[in-house]
C-alpha cells in the first residue's frame, strides 16, 4: 500500500478514475482555483457529486494539494539546474529527507540508469548554485557523486485540455 503524505497514514487502495474524475483532474491541474460550480458545471454534474468527487480524490492521494505556477525567474531564482547524484545503495530514503531540506528544491526523483537521484533547484544566482552542490549536496555522506545541468530555458507544460 502507498504511503500518505507526512503523518496521514497510508493511503486506500487506488480507485478506477471515470471520465468525469479524469475531466475533473484536468480542470484543476489547469486552474487549481476553479470553484466547485465552475467544476461541476463544466462536467455536467451537481455541485453535491463535484465536491465529493474532488474530496474522494483527495482522500485517495490522487490530488496531492493545490498550489501555483511559479515563474522562478520573476521570482528571483533566475537560476535553475537539474543535479544528477549517485548515491550509496539502500540510502535513498535517508538522502531524499537530506534533499528535501535544501533551499531552492523543487523536485527530487530516484531513477534507474547511469545515477541514482534527479534533483531539480532554482537558485537566485550561479553563485548560490554553486555553494549548493559544492557545500551542502557534497557534504551529505551518501552523496558519492554530482553532475550539474544548467538549465537555459525552461517551460511548464500545461494540461492538455
Do not use: C
Amino acid at each position: 500500500m502507498a504511503e500518505g503524505r507526512e503523518g496521514t497514514g497510508p493511503l486506500p487502495p487506488a480507485r478506477p478514475l471515470d471520465a468525469i474524475d479524469q475531466d475533473i483532474l484536468r480542470m484543476l491541474q489547469a486552474d487549481g482555483r476553479a470553484s466547485i460550480r465552475s467544476v461541476a458545471e463544466r462536467v455536467h454534474v451537481s455541485r453535491a457529486n463535484a465536491y465529493a468527487r474532488i474530496n474522494r480524490l483527495v482522500e485517495d492521494g490522487v490530488i496531492r494539494g493545490f498550489g501555483a505556477r511559479v515563474d522562478h525567474e520573476r521570482a528571483g531564482h533566475g537560476t535553475s539546474a537539474y543535479i544528477t547524484l549517485k548515491i550509496v545503495q539502500n540510502t535513498w530514503r535517508t538522502v531524499r529527507e537530506q534533499l528535501r531540506q535544501l533551499p531552492g528544491a523543487s523536485h527530487i526523483a530516484l531513477v534507474g540508469g547511469d545515477f541514482d537521484v534527479l534533483l531539480l533547484v532554482h537558485t537566485p544566482d550561479n553563485r548560490t548554485l554553486r555553494e549548493l552542490v559544492l557545500t551542502r549536496l557534497q557534504a551529505i555522506p551518501e552523496v558519492l557523486s554530482t553532475r550539474t545541468l544548467l538549465v537555459f530555458e525552461e517551460e511548464d507544460l500545461e494540461p492538455q485540455g
